[in-house]
């Protein structure tokens, strides 16, 4: 049994939902199996995964076609979201690979081979690097894994963590208190989490610690226990940091660690911890080396373009 709540922003329930709920009938009626309680700007869902997930992905629909049109009708629902075909995509196992539904309902879910390699790989292994181009949604797919785990109570808290060596990991220039500082080269990761807890449980999980987000340097010393853990931008930890941080795993804790070794900063590319660890933790069992490709990147089509004529141009270089 799944449970989603999906909430209603800058919508006016009752336009929405129709006089006495009528539109909102209407949507039940496609849904029998689902259980759907809105109350004021939540609706609640509870069925089973694959539907939930038809529906999450209908109903997302809908509320993108009520934005930009500003009106709804049964008409409506019925000719441009339920037709006969969505309806059959559970069955047809089009929604198997969802890994945790978003703030509104939409399923976030493994699109590309090495992300699904990424989702299969985590349930045997406690340590996996993710390596690639920008854009292939390593971490993105890492991070919707930890609020899955935390959800579950597989883990007790998930700590995302960046080296800020765009600043040098020497912040004092910068305006603002320590967290103001960091923020900037910390934000990619509040945004993956917005996308996936509502406001106001991830700031309450970040204010009781459940949720972590800190530099690189801030883990040492640390013991991570009953913890999900998220390395980002590794490619810019150095062979000590990156040491430093493999040796805080804890009890019950998972490590994905992310990077792209084509955009190292630092001064020398051999100082890279990324990749140093991905050629001595090879065929060790309980550690997955996933490389990524631009065949995973999920942004703008130029984006694989870009990475295309990059890659020419350093291959070039070793000739």
Not at 160 to 183: N, S
Not at 266 to 271: G, H, Q
Not at 273 to 288: F, V
């Amino acid at each position: 049994m799944t449970e989603i709540i999906i909430f209603l922003e800058d919508i006016d329930p009752v336009v929405f939902f129709g006089t006495n709920n009528s539109l909102l009938d209407k949507i039940r009626s496609f849904f029998p199996k689902i259980k759907i309680l809105a109350r004021g700007n939540e609706i609640k869902c509870m069925g089973e995964e694959a539907e939930i997930a038809v529906f999450a992905e209908k109903f997302n629909e809908l509320l993108e076609y009520y934005q930009k049109f500003h009106r709804l009708d049964e008409q409506d629902i019925e000719k441009y979201f339920f037709d006969a075909e969505h309806m059959k995509s559970a069955s047809n196992g089009e929604f198997e690979q969802v890994i945790v539904f978003g703030t509104s309902g939409k399923p976030v879910r493994a699109r590309t081979v090495n992300q699904l390699q990424l989702v299969n790989d985590y349930k045997t292994n406690d340590l996996i690097f993710a390596e690639g181009p920008a854009g292939t949604g390593k971490t993105y797919t890492a991070i919707a894994l930890a609020v899955r785990a935390l959800k579950d109570r597989e883990v007790k808290k998930i700590i995302l963590t960046r080296p800020a060596v765009e600043a040098g990991e020497r912040l004092g220039f910068l305006p603002g208190d320590m967290k103001e500082k960091l923020d900037p080269y910390l934000q990619p990761l509040y945004d993956a989490l917005h996308d996936m807890l509502p406001a106001k449980k991830l700031e309450t999980w970040i204010e009781d610690g459940t949720v972590q987000i800190a530099p690189l340097a801030f883990m040492r010393g640390r013991t991570l226990e009953n913890a999900f853990v998220i390395l980002d931008e590794a490619q810019n930890a150095t062979i000590s940091q990156l040491k430093m941080f493999l040796t805080r795993m804890g009890v019950s804790s998972k490590f994905i660690i992310t990077g792209d070794t084509t955009q190292i900063d630092l001064p020398r590319k051999t100082d890279s911890g990324l990749l140093q660890a991905m050629s001595i933790l090879t065929n060790i069992d309980g550690i997955s080396i996933i490389k990524f490709d631009e065949s995973d990147i999920v942004r703008h089509k130029l984006v694989k373009r870009i990475v295309r004529a990059y890659d020419k141009v350093e291959k070039d270089k070793l000739k």
